[in-house]
């Protein structure tokens, strides 16, 4: 099993940045994808951001050029580095462990809010 914590969630104003850390424990994330997504009130669950075991990375369009994602895996840490933030990245963003070899379950983190104000 894959226990997930996120942090560094907050209330930042619009064009600031936050930089959010995914601390894993219990398994290796090194075989895993990992991903970061978000849910705004009233809205569905969105993958904003994807690091692949390939070395690969997935951006949602709207986040493209403003978020990094990365991932340590020496520490067991993912990180998503948001620039110039906006009205519109106001969610919980929660970070996300895929399968792996032996393991077929996906694990989830509790959420970190991140508020983003004018």
């Known amino acids: 099993q894959v226990h997930l914590v996120e942090s560094g969630g907050g209330l930042v104003q619009t064009g600031g940045s936050l930089r959010l850390s995914c601390s894993a424990s219990g398994s290796t994330i090194s075989s895993r994808t990992m991903s970061w997504f978000r849910q705004a009130p009233g809205s569905d669950r969105e993958l904003v951001a994807a690091t692949y075991t390939t070395g690969d990375s997935y951006y949602a369009d709207d986040v493209k050029g403003r978020f990094t994602i990365a991932k340590d895996n020496d520490k067991n840490m993912v990180y998503l580095e948001m620039i110039r933030l906006r009205l519109e990245d106001t969610a919980i963003y929660y970070c996300?462990?895929?399968?792996?070899?032996?393991?077929?379950?996906?694990?989830w983190g509790q959420g970190t809010q991140v508020t983003v104000s004018s």
């Open positions: 996300n462990a895929g399968p792996a070899q032996g393991d077929e379950s996906t694990y």
